[in-house]
């Protein structure tokens, strides 16, 4: 059965994968670990450089040094001084080959993929001989993880940490500033134009309205309240295309519902055509905010 599962090679300051193992085996708690390890590099700055993350059969374990993480999933019957020994042999090795400029240089995830070959090595090395080939290297990382061992956190504790539930990073109301949608396109500037435009002549009609809202016509209040109301919702639906958020369907639908409800409140006020227009704006903007998505990202691909 082997012990060393997966290793990891990760650059410590934004989490950029480095090189990775090749991956044979279908577990799905294994699928669950590496999940884990790549949500842990995006945030390593949280953590100190030796920590090791407990799971039901696998454990996490994981190496940072010279602005590089080595991490790894390791089966629990594997003593927690092996698996750093592991770690500390792919330091030296990942170390003797990459110098730091050319790891502070990588711009694409998975640079130095063909590492790939001396990790295999050093795994079954330790998967068929239970250790290094060295015993005076275990015995100097017992003697330092007896001097100074590492922080044992729970997994339960890897998800508090970084935000996430079963494995997804769950986004907080103020974390969509922080993802990236896809790039505005021509009909979704057209569709900013137009609402700025909606926007713009609800408040110029409101305006308008208040100076006789209190002089003759009591009745004119809700009208001047639903020119504002839509002003605002217009205004909304720009915020909401631009911008990410949680629940952007729900949104959505009801920054619409409003806009229509509104403008059916305005009838007499405004022609059959004029609403038409409003809603139709108010339609497209909905359906080009729901239809762009956050931006791909590629850190994941290749493992």
Known sequence: MSLILFAFVVRVRDGLPLS?????????????????LRTISKSLGRFPDRVTVKGRKLNIYFVSSEGVSYMSVCHSSLPVAKAFCFLEDLRWEFTA????????????????????NTIQKLKQQYNQTGGPALEVTLAEVQEEL???????????????????????????????????????????????????MCASLN????????????????????????????????????????FHSSLKKLKSFLLLAAI????????????????????????????????????????????
Do not use: M
Not at 267 to 293: K, P
């Open 20 to 36: 990775a193992s090749t991956d044979f085996e279908h577990n799905t708690e294994l699928q669950e670990r590496k999940q884990q």
């Open 97 to 116: 080959c990459f110098d730091s400029a050319v790891i502070s240089l990588a711009a694409r995830p998975y640079p130095f993929l063909e590492f790939d």
């Open 146 to 196: 007896r001097i100074r061992p590492p922080q044992v956190i729970s997994l339960d504790e890897v998800e508090l940490t970084n935000g996430t539930a079963n494995g997804h990073i769950e986004q907080s109301a103020t974390s969509g500033i922080n993802q990236r949608l896809e790039p505005v396109t021509a009909p979704g500037i057209l569709s900013l134009v137009l609402n700025i």
């Open 203 to 242: 408040v110029i009609r409101g305006v308008h309205l208040i100076e006789n809202t209190f002089q003759d016509d009591s009745e004119a209040t809700w009208k001047v309240a639903a020119f504002f109301i839509a002003f605002l919702c217009c205004s909304l639906q720009c915020h909401l295309y631009l």
């Open 260 to 303: 229509v409800l509104c403008n059916l409140h305005l009838l007499g006020v405004r022609n059959t055509w004029q609403l038409l227009f409003h809603v139709s704006v108010a339609s497209l903007s909905t359906s080009l905010t729901l239809t762009r998505r956050l931006q791909h990202r590629s850190d994941d691909c290749g493992v």
